[in-house]
């Protein structure tokens, strides 16, 4: 009898956004990689004991959306088998700089025009971004920085710890898996400010607002030299996994803008960093920094899918 559900990893994504490139990343840290099996077999690879990689793309036999969420669905409702959905989007002028530097047909372009399918595949495919776990906008990633997420995040017990900061609203409860739960809501509301009140803490004119509370300054340099002095202890003491939650009234200001921050202020000084805003419905990915240099690392961007 297996002690734990074994992990399954499926991934997906837009065509030219480095799915074969995240599924070769999972097979080098020791997942079992399968490309386009069809998925009336999935559930049957998944039933094997030992870490999978699943790929799944609108060139799988017999795919559809409806059928690819239904089998994770099912999935998860076993107990031997821990599914997580993982997709690879970029923006729609880095797919068509790919597909023009390697002059690939897109596989929904019917007429040959490179936009015409990626405005086809991210209609398509658009619920199954709404339903993915992790979403890796590889826009700006270099092959290299692909790697390092995917090891992470996703890694077997390698080197490394993942480290997720999210932002959270208090009324919609404290997420369950946090390690540690830091409260904003003494500092002061953007909510009350009638040109801030519609923005996000991902806008710089909330972040400034929230900067210029008196007691922000000291409070961002406690919370930041805390966490750093403990990420190192946690990867001394083995940990694999740490999240961090911010919570404030909404889930949409002052943690927003906290979390921001410290994703920027790890990122800055090495640390890989998974940023997560519940309650905005968004994730993404803060690339650590090259120590020497303090900029990402330069590399050659993700390529089209092969």
Same mark, same amino acid.
Request: hydrophobic content about 40%; proline content about 6%; overall charge negative.
């Given at each position: 009898?297996?002690?734990? @559900?074994?992990?399954?990893?499926?991934?997906?994504? %837009?065509?030219?956004?480095?799915? +074969?490139?995240?599924?070769?990343?999972?097979?080098?840290?020791?997942?079992?990689?399968?490309? #386009?099996? @069809?998925?009336?077999?999935?559930?049957?690879?998944?039933?094997?004991?030992?870490?999978?990689?699943?790929?799944?793309? =609108?060139?799988?036999?017999?795919?559809?959306?409806?059928?690819?969420?239904?089998?994770?669905?099912? *999935?998860?409702?076993?107990?031997?088998? &821990?599914?997580? %959905?993982?997709?690879?989007?970029?923006?729609?002028?880095?797919?068509?700089?790919?597909?023009?530097?390697?002059?690939?047909?897109? @596989?929904?372009? %019917?007429?040959?025009?490179?936009?015409?399918?990626?405005? $086809?595949?991210?209609?398509?495919?658009?619920?199954?971004? #709404?339903?993915?776990?992790?979403?890796?906008?590889?826009?700006?990633?270099? *092959?290299?920085?692909?790697? !390092?997420?995917?090891?992470?995040?996703?890694?077997?017990?390698?080197?490394?710890?993942?480290?997720?900061?999210?932002?959270?609203?208090?009324?919609?409860?404290?997420? !369950?898996?946090?390690?540690?739960?830091?409260?904003?809501?003494?500092?002061? #509301?953007? &909510?009350?400010?009638?040109?801030?009140?519609?923005?996000?803490?991902?806008?710089?004119?909330?972040?400034?607002?929230?900067?210029?509370?008196?007691?922000?300054?000291?409070?961002?340099?406690? /919370?930041?030299?805390?966490?750093?002095? *403990?990420?190192?202890?946690?990867?001394?003491?083995?940990?694999?996994?740490?999240?961090?939650?911010?919570?404030?009234?909404?889930?949409?200001?002052?943690?927003?803008?906290?979390?921001?921050?410290?994703? =920027?202020?790890?990122?800055?000084?090495?640390?890989?960093?998974?940023?997560? &805003?519940? +309650?905005?419905?968004?994730?993404?990915? /803060?690339?650590?920094?090259? +120590?020497?240099?303090? #900029? $990402?690392?330069? !590399?050659?961007?993700?390529?089209?899918?092969?």
């Amino acid at each position: 009898m297996r002690d734990q @559900p074994s992990r399954l990893i499926i991934v997906t994504g %837009l065509s030219g956004a480095g799915r +074969n490139s995240g599924l070769r990343a999972l097979e080098d840290i020791g997942y079992e990689a399968v490309d #386009n099996p @069809p998925l009336a077999i999935v559930e049957t690879l998944a039933r094997v004991d030992r870490p999978l990689a699943v790929g799944i793309d =609108t060139r799988t036999r017999d795919f559809s959306v409806e059928d690819v969420l239904s089998t994770i669905d099912r *999935l998860r409702s076993s107990a031997s088998v &821990h599914p997580e %959905l993982l997709f690879l989007t970029a923006s729609p002028e880095a797919l068509q700089r790919r597909f023009s530097e390697t002059r690939r047909r897109h @596989p929904l372009a %019917l007429t040959g025009k490179v936009t015409e399918g990626i405005e $086809a595949e991210q209609a398509l495919t658009l619920p199954l971004r #709404n339903a993915a776990d992790w979403v890796i906008d590889t826009s700006q990633l270099s *092959l290299t920085s692909l790697r !390092q997420i995917i090891e992470q995040r996703f890694g077997l017990g390698g080197p490394g710890m993942t480290i997720t900061l999210v932002s959270f609203g208090f009324p919609s409860g404290l997420p !369950q898996e946090a390690d540690l739960v830091i409260d904003t809501r003494f500092l002061r #509301n953007p &909510h009350y400010i009638p040109d801030l009140r519609e923005k996000t803490g991902l806008d710089p004119a909330v972040r400034t607002y929230i900067s210029e509370d008196p007691d922000f300054p000291e409070f961002y340099e406690r /919370v930041g030299g805390l966490i750093e002095f *403990l990420l190192p202890r946690f990867v001394r003491e083995g940990k694999k996994y740490v999240m961090i939650a911010i919570g404030c009234t909404g889930g949409k200001h002052r943690s927003v803008s906290l979390v921001e921050m410290l994703g =920027t202020r790890l990122s800055d000084r090495g640390w890989g960093v998974l940023v997560e &805003h519940r +309650n905005l419905d968004m994730k993404s990915v /803060v690339v650590p920094h090259d +120590n020497a240099t303090g #900029n $990402a690392a330069s !590399q050659p961007t993700v390529g089209v899918e092969k």
